[in-house]
């Protein structure tokens, strides 16, 4: 199967950098996906020891990826701790 491939970038080379954008979404999208899976409070794989992850979140721990004009340093706790 790759050697059909090469074969035809070698015949074809406006076909490299199509290639490469691809491959380049593609790893771009499974290292967001394993990040969202990791990091996440919402995703809790651990349910005997850790049931609910989110109750541990301090309210200054950043876990969104991007955020535009928050401070997280900033947050006050505004709720009981359970």
């Known amino acids: ?3 059909v491939i090469a074969k035809q ?4 080379p406006a076909l490299i950098p199509l290639f490469v954008f ?4 593609a790893a ?3 290292a967001y996906l394993s990040r969202l899976a990791l990091r996440n409070p919402d ?6 020891n850790n049931p609910e ?3 541990n979140m ?4 950043q876990y969104k990826l ?3 004009n928050m401070d997280y340093s900033k947050l006050k706790k505004e709720g009981p701790d359970f």
């Open 1 to 3: 199967m790759l050697w």
């Open 9 to 12: 970038l070698k015949s074809h």
């Open 22 to 25: 691809i491959g380049g979404g």
């Open 28 to 30: 771009m999208s499974i």
């Open 43 to 48: 995703v809790s794989w651990d349910r005997k």
């Open 53 to 55: 992850p989110w109750n």
């Open 58 to 61: 301090k309210p200054d721990q």
């Open 66 to 68: 991007f955020t535009v």
